[in-house]
C-alpha cells in the first residue's frame, strides 16, 4: 500500500466509498478533510448518549363525560348537586398509574373518617389485564377511561366517594460546560458533563359517586435538579422517588382536610 510522503496516512484509506474520486476507497486527500471531524466523534456520540428527555403518561386516556352525549339536563343536574358526605365514608379509587396504586391504597386508608377502600381494578374500565402492556411502538389511540363507568364501579362497591388519581413526570439530560473535556471516549465514560433535571406531578379528582359532586381537585407538582452526573448515574430515578413520596403525603393531608370541613357534609 503506497503511503503520502511525510503525512503518515495511505494514499486509500481501506473504507468503502461509492462515488469517491478515488473509486471504492477513500483518497488521502479525503481522509485529510475527515482528520478534523474525527476526534469529535466520540463526543457527538456520547452527547447523543447522555442528552435527551423522558416522559411518562398513563396508557389511557380520562374522558370526563363523552362530549356527544352532554345535554342541557346534565347541565342542570351538575349545578343542583350539593355535597352530601357523611362519616365514616366509603371510598372508591382508580389510579392512571397502577405501578403506585399500593402505595396510594395505604395513604387512603390513613385518612381519618374513611372506613373502607375500595381499588377499581383496571380490568373493568379499560378491559387491560394485570400483565398486560400496550406495545411501545402501537398506533392505537389511548383506551378511554370514562367517569360515569367509573361512578358506576364504585356504586356498585357501595362507596360514597370516588377518588382518580393521575401522575405523571418528565426527566432531562442536559450537556454543561465539561463537555469539553470528553474529545477522547474513555474520560467521557466518567466527566459528569451532565445537568439532570425531573419534575413530576400527582392530581387528584374527588368526586360524589352518587350525583358527581366535585368536592375538589387536588393538584401538586414538585421540580429538582442535579448538576453534574455521568451517564451512568440514576440521579433522576432517586429525585423522582423522593417527589413521589412528597406528592403523595400533600395529597394524603388535602384529601383529609376536604373531607373534614362542613363543606363535605352539606353544611354550611
Not at 381519618?112 to 398486560?132: A, C, D, H, M, W
Not at 366517594?161 to 469539553?180: K, Q
Not at 375538589?216 to 429538582?224: F, P, T, V, Y
Request: with cysteine.
Amino acid at each position: 500500500m503506497a503511503v503520502t510522503r511525510g503525512s503518515g496516512w495511505p494514499d486509500a484509506w481501506p473504507l468503502p466509498c461509492k462515488g469517491s474520486p478515488g473509486g471504492p476507497f477513500l483518497t488521502a486527500m479525503e481522509v485529510r478533510m475527515l482528520r478534523p471531524a474525527l476526534p469529535l466523534a466520540p463526543l457527538s456520540f456520547l452527547s447523543l448518549l447522555g442528552c435527551g428527555a423522558t416522559v411518562f403518561r398513563p396508557s389511557a386516556r380520562f374522558d370526563v363525560d363523552d362530549a356527544r352525549q352532554i345535554d342541557d339536563g346534565d347541565i342542570r343536574a351538575a349545578f343542583e348537586a350539593h355535597p352530601q358526605l357523611s362519616t365514616p365514608t366509603q371510598v372508591a379509587y382508580y389510579t392512571l398509574d397502577p405501578a403506585h396504586q399500593d402505595q396510594i391504597d395505604a395513604r387512603l386508608r390513613r385518612v381519618p373518617g374513611v372506613s373502607r377502600v375500595y381499588r377499581i381494578p383496571t380490568l373493568l374500565v379499560t378491559g387491560r389485564r394485570r400483565f398486560e402492556e400496550a406495545p411501545r411502538w402501537s398506533s392505537d389511540p389511548p383506551r378511554e377511561v370514562s367517569l360515569e363507568r367509573l361512578r358506576l364501579l364504585a356504586a356498585r362497591a357501595r362507596c360514597d366517594l370516588l377518588v382518580v388519581f393521575d401522575y405523571g413526570y418528565r426527566t432531562e439530560r442536559t450537556a454543561n460546560g465539561l463537555i469539553a473535556l470528553d474529545v477522547l471516549v474513555l474520560p467521557a465514560l466518567f466527566v459528569p458533563f451532565l445537568d439532570a433535571r425531573a419534575e413530576s406531578y400527582l392530581d387528584a379528582y374527588v368526586i360524589d359517586t352518587r350525583n358527581g359532586y366535585l368536592y375538589g381537585h387536588l393538584s401538586a407538582d414538585e421540580h429538582a435538579h442535579d448538576d453534574g452526573v455521568t451517564i451512568w448515574s440514576r440521579s433522576e430515578d432517586r429525585m423522582l422517588a423522593r417527589q413521589w413520596r412528597k406528592l403523595l403525603g400533600l395529597t394524603e393531608r388535602e384529601i383529609a382536610r376536604l373531607l373534614a370541613t362542613p363543606a363535605a357534609a352539606g353544611r354550611s
